[in-house]
């Protein structure tokens, strides 16, 4: 506690400390929103295969009559297991008979099917266009829409081992700004990778510069504080990540193209990099790490912008050493990661920390980065999630200074495991009956694709919405 008594003199919570607090609080509002951001950039929209005689200019309308759209696709689209139109095969030879069946399959013989051997033809009424469209990662190659996600969580992990110990060894504002500019570059280029391993290789990348700008945004802000103020600064900082996430979810809606929208969210933190050069080192790393002068000239500079008075003759050499003295022998020696597990009660606490923070992630972040596998509006359920988070960021400051970690701990972890469990019991039937009523008259989809020419038709769901 022996720099609280420096930073007492020079001001704890002043006019510099809000500025900053400001400028790292608007870091995050455009930064941690990239965490989420692939629920609308690698959305999966509505897909069926390409067919020749729906979507080929060359076919003339003799060889399709006056049929409609829905009795071509009938023809053309086999239905899968839940007698919904298959998304990943059609018939090999379009099936006329099946307009004369009335909807009944029993005493025909299953015609041939293929794969989508021409490609696909996507929705277009949601979203433009998604990195699933423009790299076809559907039917078989869906899972590689599941690999960029966990690149990208490695890259968080990465940045989260790696972060710690860059920002012990080289201060916190020059790893925040040298993380700032590869973010808004990789995050740029990303909107423009030709293929999806660069796109996966940037999309690495920033995981990593994610993880390191929250975590020295936040150390920013608590070594320039007192302590009382340390539990408001991190709320603050969730609550600004929830803000993001609301104003992610705006852009998403206005640009529905994902190019655009992962311009829109890189090219401004180009910005951030300006205002970085009046950002204030944390004085107290200075200082532990044998730079007491530079430590000295940064607490005068913040006295003189708190406007505390002769903070010239009150702070001096003399006074930084005496007052750090005892943090500046600790100091002498290195520690490891290995003196966290040498105590039993340390090691007992590291453990139980970890283990209730990976229990309390994977739902979170699993949640978070699927939240189009609800079947839902996913921009209403993007926003929902992010403004309920912040009256509840608001009400943990209340039971951090009131009722105690433990407890806090203990209660909201209790709620949380029951909200999980009771999700497990929502009737099935609430989710089709919603399929159903997003999909007005019974009309499914209206398709579009940039490699094909543009059509537009519909396909009626099967049995949920009673259409075939």
């Avoid at 990348?205 to 302590?227: D, F, H, Q």
């Avoid at 007992?348 to 923070?357: E, T």
């Avoid at 699927?370 to 209340?398: D, E, G, R, W």
Wanted: net charge positive; hydrophobic share 45%.
């Amino acid at each position: 506690m022996a720099f609280q008594e420096l930073l007492n003199q020079v001001g704890s919570m002043g006019r510099y400390q809000i500025l900053q607090m400001a400028f790292l609080l608007i870091c995050n509002v455009m930064v941690t929103p990239h965490t989420v951001l692939e629920n609308f950039t690698a959305a999966i929209p509505g897909h069926r295969c390409w067919v020749p005689i729906l979507d080929n200019d060359t076919v003339s309308d003799s060889d399709s009559g006056t049929l409609s759209q829905d009795d071509l696709l009938r023809i053309s689209i086999p239905l899968d297991s839940n007698l919904r139109p298959d998304k990943c095969r059609r018939f090999v030879q379009p099936q006329w008979h099946l307009l004369h069946l009335n909807g009944t399959f029993s005493n025909v013989t299953e015609p041939d099917t293929e794969p989508c051997v021409d490609g696909w033809v996507y929705e277009q009424s949601t979203f433009l266009s998604t990195t699933v469209t423009e790299w076809d990662l559907v039917c078989g190659s869906q899972v590689l829409g599941s690999v960029a996600k966990f690149v990208f969580m490695i890259g968080i992990l990465v940045g989260g081992i790696l972060g710690g110990h860059l920002s012990d060894r080289f201060g916190r504002k020059l790893i925040l700004t040298c993380a700032l500019l590869p973010m808004a570059i990789t995050g740029t280029c990303a909107a423009l990778a030709p293929t999806f391993f660069i796109y996966c290789l940037l999309h690495f990348l920033k995981g990593a510069c994610v993880s390191l700008i929250y975590t020295n945004t936040v150390l920013l802000m608590i070594e320039w504080t007192s302590p009382k103020f340390k539990a408001l600064m991190t709320i603050l900082t969730l609550c600004a990540s929830s803000f993001g996430r609301i104003v992610m979810t705006g852009l998403a809606f206005a640009f529905r193209n994902w190019h655009h929208l992962q311009l829109v969210m890189s090219v401004p933190i180009f910005f951030f990099l300006i205002p970085t050069r009046w950002l204030s080192e944390s004085a107290r790393w200075l200082i532990v790490t044998n730079k007491p002068q530079k430590g000295l000239q940064e607490l005068r500079r913040v006295a003189c912008k708190n406007g505390v008075k002769n903070s010239g003759g009150a702070l001096t050499m003399e006074v930084v050493r005496t007052t750090m003295r005892e943090e500046l022998e600790a100091t002498q020696t290195k520690p490891s990661l290995s003196d966290l597990f040498r105590t039993p009660n340390l090691r007992k606490r590291v453990f139980l920390l970890c283990l209730l923070r990976f229990t309390t992630a994977i739902p979170i972040f699993g949640f978070s980065i699927h939240l189009q596998h609800l079947k839902s509006n996913v921009f209403l359920m993007q926003c929902l999630s992010a403004v309920m988070s912040i009256p509840v960021c608001v009400a943990a400051v209340f039971l951090l200074n009131h009722i105690g970690r433990r407890i806090s701990q203990l209660f909201l972890c209790f709620l949380f495991g029951i909200t999980i469990l009771a999700t497990v019991f929502v009737p099935e039937e609430w989710s089709r009956q919603q399929d159903c009523q997003a999909e007005p008259g019974g009309v499914m989809w209206m398709w579009a694709r940039s490699t094909v020419p543009r059509q537009s038709s519909s396909f009626a769901e099967a049995r949920d919405c009673g259409m075939f």
